[in-house]
Every structure is written in C-alpha cells, then in structure tokens.
C-alpha cells in the first residue's frame, strides 16, 4: 500500500465544542480511484461524521472533504483512509493491484474558555427577553416611531395652524366690524337729528370702524392724519384702490369737521349738507368700506393683502 503525500486544511481555522468543521484533505494520483474506506473503526465519543465526499478536481487531482462535529477539547484524530484503485487495462490479475493510503494528521479543537481566560464561573443572570414578548418590543418600538414622527409634524405645522385659526378669527371681527357700521350709516339716513349732531356720529362711527379694522388709534386722530395713519397702519403697502377709499374717507371727516364747527361763523353758508349731500356721503363711505374689505382676485393682490393683515 502507498502511502500519499497530502495537504491538509481545516475550515474554519478556529474550531470550538459543536462548531461544524470542514476538513480538506488535497492529493495528486495517477491511478483512477474508485472507492475508500476508513481502516479503523471510528470513535463517535470525539466526533460525529456529516458528510464524506471525495471528488476529482483536475487531472489526476484529488480532494476528499470530511465533514464532522467535534465533541471534545484536544487533538482528534481520525484513522487512515485507504483508497482503492481501479485494476490498469493490461493487469492480469486484479487483486494483486496496490491500493493508496492516505494518514490524516490530528485536528486540534479549542477551548472557549482557554482563549477567554474564564477563571470562574459567571454569575446568574435573569434573561433579557421574557420568551414570547418580543412581537410586543417590536410593536411598541414602531408605534414610538409613529408618536415620534406625528409630534414633530405637529410640532413643525404648529406655526401654521395657529396663524390660520388667528387670521379665521380676524376675519370674523372683520365681518362683523363692517356690517355693523354698515348699518349704523344707513340708520343716519333716518334721522332726524341736526346735521351737527349728524356729522359727529358720522365720524364717531368710521373712527370706531377703522380702529378695529387696522388696529391703530383713529380714534384719537385729527381728520388730517387720517390718511397718514392709515398709510402707517398698511406700512405703505396698500393697493391703490384701496389707497383712494382711504382718502375718500379722510376727505369726509375734513367736509363732516366743517359742517360741526363752522356754524354760526362768519363762512358758515356750507355749514350744514346740501339737498342729499348726506345721502352721498354715507353711500360714498359705505363703498369705501366695501373697497377696503374687498378679497383680491389676482395672486398678488392676495398678498398683498396677506402681507398687509400680518403687519396688523
């Protein structure tokens, strides 16, 4: 019997105690081999065997891949392998043909607890998950994620929300502010009270409006800073319609200022209104109140507009 020269090789390099290892045994030979066995029995306390597989991979190459699970700490060693060649064409007689050994060198399994230097045993310790609740880590982990991305977005859009509900709310003062003084107006058409006395209410009436529309002292204002008070509230912003209706209000408190303190002087001949001078001047108001609550059509007078009740 021959005995073959091998190379060896042990995959992976490190085995412990039930790790599945791989042993690669690689030869040359010119004899084609048709089968093996192992010449001793083998000692299943050390190992068990999962696989054997021997395959040519080239000419007259040859690897036999031992699969096995190593049961102790040491060197294991597996006994020999004889290969049996296939008798040549011209041999006369077949049992005198001279069969291969191949020896396999000890495999050297490790210790865990050698390589770690584990001097004593580790303390008890309570296990991490209880088993069967880790479904429950997961959804609790997920519905986190979930509160966690829905409060930043809140958080995020909070700004916007609360200058929507603010502007919702102004609109509603607005809505209310204007037809409110609509009404007192038009009630003034019906009165029967001196124009003096008229001419006051007209102007204690827009005062009060334009107060709460552009939030500024009007109140307080002389009629010739109506108008620059106006253009202070706006911050010179205001569209030019709307610019106009402004001024046809500051010239009505200058024309109602004369009709209430020009009585009894010596220019009082236009102290009170002319034939339906009221009625003109209480329509012209009420459409520059309707200019100055206008909604804009076009995009840039939608903000302008926005621009100018932020401002406010």
């Known amino acids: 019997m021959v005995t073959l020269n091998t190379q060896q090789i042990l995959l992976p390099k490190n085995v412990y105690i039930g790790d599945l290892a791989e042993l690669r045994i690689s030869f040359t030979s010119t004899e084609e081999i048709v089968n093996y066995k192992f010449l001793s029995d083998l000692d299943y306390r050390d190992y068990s065997i999962e696989k054997i ?7 007259n190459y040859y690897q036999l891949s031992l699969d096995f699970v190593p049961w102790k700490i040491g060197q294991i060693n ?20 001279e069969n291969l050994l191949i020896k396999i060198q000890p495999v050297e399994i490790l210790s865990l607890v050698e390589q770690n230097k584990v001097t004593g045993l580790r303390s008890f310790e309570n296990p991490l998950l209880i088993p ?23 958080i995020v859009r909070h700004k916007q929300v609360a200058f929507f509900l603010k502007m919702q709310k102004q609109k509603r003062k607005y809505r209310k502010n204007k037809k409110k003084t609509i009404k007192q107006l038009q009630g003034l058409l019906k009165s029967k009270e001196e124009d003096k ?10 005062r009060k409006y334009l107060e709460v529309r552009f939030d500024q002292p009007f109140s307080r204002t002389v009629s010739s800073k109506i108008i620059s008070l106006y253009d202070q509230a706006t911050y010179g912003l205001s569209s030019e319609s709307k610019f106009q209706a402004a001024e046809n209000i500051s010239a009505i408190f200058i024309r109602t200022d004369y009709v209430r303190y020009a009585q009894g002087s010596i220019n009082s001949k236009d102290a009170n209104f002319q034939e339906k001078e009221k009625s003109e001047l209480i329509q012209k108001l009420i459409e520059s109140i309707e200019c100055l609550e206008k909604t804009p059509k076009t ?3 939608e903000k302008e507009v926005l621009k100018e009740e932020k401002n406010v």
């Open 53 to 59: 597989d021997l395959s040519q991979t080239g000419l």
């Open 78 to 97: 597996f006994p020999s392998i004889e290969l049996e060649v296939a008798p040549g064409p011209n041999q006369e007689n077949p049992e005198n043909k």
């Open 132 to 154: 069967g609740t880790s479904y429950k880590i997961y959804a609790g982990l997920i519905l986190f994620i979930l509160l966690l991305i829905f409060s930043i977005r809140l």
């Open 197 to 206: 006395e008229i001419a006051g209410n007209i102007q204690a009436i827009m």
């Open 299 to 301: 995009k840039e007078e």
